[in-house]
């Protein structure tokens, strides 16, 4: 988009998502370091996998997926104007 003039090459740059994913002994000991929470149970939630019975996950279905997720990150830094138009090019 920022090739098509439609953002500022800047606002692409200075995007930043800083995503992390703790393992299961942190997540377990940032619980018990926060002191407000007790542990019953944990469990790990198995990746998606997609059988053969099942619809197989589309470009289109990943864009709704993305866009229900970050769509407010994404607005607040680029602008309302381009969601439709960045997640209808999937």
Request: aromatic share 10%; charged share 20%.
């Amino acid at each position: 988009m920022a090739n098509n003039g439609i953002v500022r090459e800047e606002k692409v740059d200075t995007f930043n998502l800083p995503l992390y994913y703790m393992s299961t002994q942190e997540m377990e000991a940032a619980i018990v370091r926060n002191g407000c929470f007790s542990i019953e149970r944990m469990e790990s939630v198995p990746p998606l996998t997609y059988s053969q019975k099942s619809a197989p996950l589309t470009a289109k279905a990943c864009a709704f997926i993305i866009r229900s997720v970050m769509e407010g990150l994404i607005k607040a830094h680029f602008g309302e104007e381009i969601l439709d138009q960045l997640f209808h090019s999937f």
